[in-house]
């Protein structure tokens, strides 16, 4: 089962980078014949199944502030409603790698947020150049050192989730 091919996926994350407020993504998968309704979004929150949303403000007055979801949440339903056609239950798929490559990624998020802000105030403050030059260098350093620890952590989370895994160390004729 195949709800959205990857390249309209792809385009989806590249049209809506920044992110998408819930009924949007709703909107996405409702001519496609999902069933997918606000209150099964948020179990999928609560859940872990789906990233939290952020809080991002209104243009104008008085506009207040609305909830806005990673644009992966897209990639992330389509996998769900996928496993689940494939008779799945919300346990399994909570034991699977899907639930902890959502935290992942809220980690990966996260550093790489750190990492933007310690440069973007590194960049206005007055250092001497060699200095600044060293500071830049460490954050790069850093960045490398993040995405190689996502990386095996990600690694170790499709070795630890993949199935039939228990099985083999059990009963080695498995």
Do not use: C, W
């Not at 390249?7 to 998408?20: K, N, Q, S, V």
């Not at 809080?55 to 909830?67: I, L, T």
């Not at 350093?141 to 095996?152: K, Y």
């Amino acid at each position: 089962m195949e709800i959205l091919r990857p390249e309209e996926i792809e385009r989806i994350e590249r049209d809506f980078a920044g992110g998408l407020p819930a009924r949007a993504i709703l909107d996405i998968f409702r001519p496609r014949g999902v069933r997918l309704s606000e209150a099964t979004f948020r179990k999928y929150v609560q859940a872990g199944l789906l990233p939290r949303s952020r809080r991002v403000g209104r243009k104008g007055k008085h506009r207040g502030s609305q909830g806005v979801y990673p644009v992966e949440s897209v990639r992330r339903i389509n996998v769900i409603k996928k496993m689940m056609a494939e008779g799945l239950t919300l346990d399994d798929i909570r034991r699977s790698f899907v639930f902890f490559k959502n935290h992942i990624e809220q980690v990966d998020r996260g550093i790489a947020e750190v990492l933007d802000r310690f440069e973007a105030e590194l960049v206005g403050r007055p250092y001497a150049d060699r200095r600044k030059r060293e500071l830049l260098g460490r954050l790069q350093t850093l960045r490398g050192r993040a995405g190689d620890l996502v990386r095996e952590v990600e690694r170790l989370g499709s070795a630890v989730t993949a199935r039939g895994a228990e099985t083999s160390e059990l009963n080695p004729d498995a």
